[in-house]
């Protein structure tokens, strides 16, 4: 049998058990709730950390994007493989005629194509003077044009003639509209 205890043994009795259910309570509720609690804290800190960072990187992205659209709009191919060789054609027989070029033959090349992008080529062999080649070249390769000089050669018997004839190797890269 069980002894009967006294008043103030229950009160111990009691409070004993209270002290032990709180301390029970602590150890398996709270305590874990708080480091659980510590833990997403931290890991919110460090995902508002790479946001911030991440935001800073989108915006100044955005400022290039916009300079690149303008980029990616020059060097669109607006129509068919024929129609783009064509009109390349006709923009370097345009660009000779300004500097008095005399184009003797025009060879297109067949079209390279990249995963995105398509290379036109085209070879000429032509007859002016130096100082006309190379402005020629020049203008060639700047804006809007946008040519790529990939060969250059010239015949070595020029001085008993005031042209200089050479042959040209001239490419344009452009990006196929999807």
């Given at each position: 049998m069980t002894p009967r205890l006294s008043g103030r043994e229950r009160t111990i009795f009691i409070v004993?058990?209270?002290v032990i259910c709180v301390y029970f309570i602590y150890i398996f509720f709270y305590q874990p709730f708080v480091e659980h609690r510590t833990d997403l804290a931290t890991q919110i800190e460090a995902a508002q950390r790479e946001f911030i960072k991440n935001s800073k990187f989108i915006s100044s992205s955005q400022a290039y994007k916009a300079e690149y659209e303008i980029y990616l709009e020059k060097?669109?191919?607006?129509?068919?493989?024929?129609?783009?060789?064509?009109?390349?054609?006709?923009?370097i027989e345009q660009i000779a005629a300004r500097f008095n070029i005399r184009i003797a033959e025009?060879?297109?090349?067949?079209?390279?194509?990249?995963?995105?992008?398509?290379?036109?080529?085209?070879?000429?062999?032509i007859d002016a003077r130096l100082n006309?080649?190379?402005?020629?070249?020049?203008?060639l390769q700047s804006d809007p044009h946008f040519f790529g000089v990939d060969e250059f050669r010239f015949n070595k018997n020029f001085p008993q003639n005031v042209n200089l004839q050479s042959q040209l190797a001239v490419s344009k890269t452009l990006f196929p509209a999807k």
């Open positions: 004993c058990l209270a060097f669109k191919q607006r129509g068919s493989d024929e129609e783009v060789m064509s009109s390349i054609v006709s923009e025009v060879k297109p090349q067949k079209v390279k194509r990249g995963d995105f992008y398509n290379d036109f080529s085209v070879n000429l062999d006309d080649v190379i402005r020629f070249l020049y203008v």
